[in-house]
């Protein structure tokens, strides 16, 4: 099992020191760190994928970076564009994409 750790900054500014509208500006910016985490996971997991799979399953073959694809990915809060990593077989020529979807 890999565990993946992550951090990043909110930026709230304090117009007020009244607990409701703090917490009215936390289920504001929800959507917001949703997305921002989701993207981050996906980024970990492909970076491990590609640190760890260099051979192709079918043939043996060399697995190296072919660009990345274009993704829409629906979630729970809303749309996350996102481009994931495609690799390349050097020896059969499949396309291989560390993250699936
Ligand atoms: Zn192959």
Excluded at 76 to 83: F, I, N, S
Aim: net charge positive; hydrophobic share 40%; proline share 1%.
């Amino acid at each position: 099992m890999k565990e993946i750790k992550l951090s990043f900054d909110i930026n709230l500014t304090l117009k007020q020191y009244d607990v409701h509208w703090i917490e009215q500006q936390l289920l504001r910016l929800r959507e917001e760190v949703f997305l921002n985490i989701l993207w981050k996971v996906l980024r970990e997991i492909e970076a491990l994928a590609v640190g760890n799979r260099g051979r192709c399953e079918e043939c043996g073959g060399l697995l190296v970076r072919n660009g990345r694809e274009y993704k829409q990915i629906r979630t729970l809060v809303g749309a996350l564009r996102y481009r994931r990593i495609r690799l390349r077989c050097r020896g059969c020529g499949r396309e291989i994409y560390p993250l699936e979807m």
